[in-house]
C-alpha cells in the first residue's frame, strides 16, 4: 500500500468538496488510483498526466470535473510509493500554484 501526504492547499480544497465528491474521490483513489500505482500503468479512464507547467507533477481525473494533482514523494516504507497531494477540485485547480 502507498503511503502518503498532503499539502496545506489539498487540504483546504478537500474542506471545500460536498460529502458526495469526496467519498467519489476516496472510492477512484482506493479502487483504481492505488491498483494502478502497483502497476506503473495508468487506466485509461483516470486520465493520469503529467503537467506541462510543473514537470514532475501529475493531474488525475477523478470526476467529470473533478481533478487532483500529486507527485511523487521520497519513498517512507521500503518498496512502495509515495504520493504527495497537492490539490483537489475541479478542473479551474490546475490555474493556481
Known amino acids: 500500500m502507498p503511503t502518503f501526504e498532503t499539502?496545506?492547499?489539498?487540504?483546504?480544497?478537500?474542506?471545500h468538496l460536498t460529502p458526495a465528491q469526496r467519498r467519489r474521490?476516496?472510492?477512484?483513489?482506493?479502487?483504481?488510483?492505488?491498483?494502478?500505482?502497483?502497476?506503473?500503468?495508468f487506466r485509461p479512464g483516470l486520465r493520469v498526466k503529467g503537467l506541462r507547467v510543473?514537470?514532475?507533477?501529475y493531474e488525475l481525473t477523478w470526476a467529470q470535473n473533478g481533478r487532483?494533482?500529486?507527485?511523487?514523494g521520497q519513498e517512507k516504507t521500503r518498496g512502495s510509493r509515495h504520493i504527495v497531494w497537492r490539490r483537489?477540485?475541479?478542473?479551474a485547480i490546475l490555474t493556481g500554484p
Open 68 to 72: 487532483a494533482t500529486w507527485q511523487y
Open 25 to 41: 474521490f476516496h472510492h477512484v483513489v482506493l479502487d483504481s488510483f492505488v491498483p494502478d500505482l502497483r502497476t506503473g500503468l
Open 88 to 91: 483537489i477540485g475541479t478542473h
Open 54 to 57: 510543473a514537470p514532475g507533477v
Open 7 to 15: 499539502l496545506p492547499h489539498f487540504t483546504t480544497d478537500l474542506q
